[in-house]
């Protein structure tokens, strides 16, 4: 069966340091891969998504970057964080080449919860 | 054009009543449209959801109706139970790029069961 790994669960940080979050997915070959941050009040925001290695695809302009070295791992990173990088951030996948609708279905990991101070 | 509305921010259901979750969208190529629960904590699991071809779908206690020419779409909770108390999002896709489709996901509303 497949699985989806996140961590750290808890980040706290000072304003300016770096981030480095991390998922891995397990079970599956070739998935769709997303980083989706969660704000109170605002939903579920589609940072970055990718099709395959070296593909990142940006949705929204800010201060994060994701890559994706390896096929199943997806890493959200920043080099300076701001205090409105705070946020509950999410990794998830679904089906690689036929898409989410196609699918389905987004399986989403357990989420990291960030503080920046 | 790809916002997908959702209300209300929060709901109190007494224990046995029906929980009512409504949504709206503009982008008439949205083709997909399910409901993704959430437990504080964890990260949102698929709940149920519907394509246009159908006006309503039910499993077990939920129920998702669909009127395609208002452009809505809403979640019914039949039966509420305490367990049921999490945070709900409706979210929509379209085919339009096979293969390479997000989810676009409304603000979500707090659902609260009370005994």
């Known amino acids: 069966s497949q699985t989806i790994h996140q961590w750290p669960a808890t980040l706290v940080q000072p304003v300016g340091s770096p981030l480095s979050l991390e998922c891995t997915v397990e079970g599956t070959s070739n998935p769709n891969l997303y980083w989706y941050r969660q704000a109170a009040g605002r939903g579920l925001q589609l940072l970055f998504y990718?099709?395959?290695?070296?593909?990142i695809s940006s949705e929204v302009p800010q201060n994060l970057s994701a890559s994706r070295p390896q096929d199943r791992q997806f890493i959200l990173s920043s080099k300076k964080l701001l205090l409105s990088d705070s946020g509950f951030y999410l990794c998830?996948?679904?089906?690689?080449?036929?898409?989410?609708?196609?699918?389905?279905?987004?399986?989403f990991g357990e989420g990291s919860r960030l503080t920046v101070l | 054009q790809q916002q997908v509305k959702q209300s209300p921010q929060s709901l109190i259901v007494q224990k046995g009543g029906i929980s009512i979750i409504n949504c709206a969208y503009e982008?008439?190529?949205?083709?997909?449209f399910p409901w993704y629960q959430q437990f504080p904590g964890k990260g949102p699991a698929l709940l149920i959801a519907?394509?246009?071809?159908?006006s309503e779908k039910k499993e077990g206690r939920f129920t998702i109706s669909f009127n395609k020419s208002a452009k809505q779409f809403s979640l019914h909770i039949m039966d509420s139970q305490p367990g049921d108390s999490a945070t709900y999002f409706c979210a929509a896709s379209s085919g339009a790029n096979f293969g390479n489709e997000k989810l676009t996901f409304g603000t979500g509303t707090r659902l609260t069961i009370i005994p």
């Open positions: 990718s099709v395959g290695i070296g593909q």
């Open positions: 982008n008439t190529a949205f083709d997909y």
């Open positions: 519907i394509r246009p071809d159908v």
């Open positions: 998830a996948w679904s089906e690689g080449l036929i898409g989410v609708r196609e699918a389905g279905e987004l399986f």
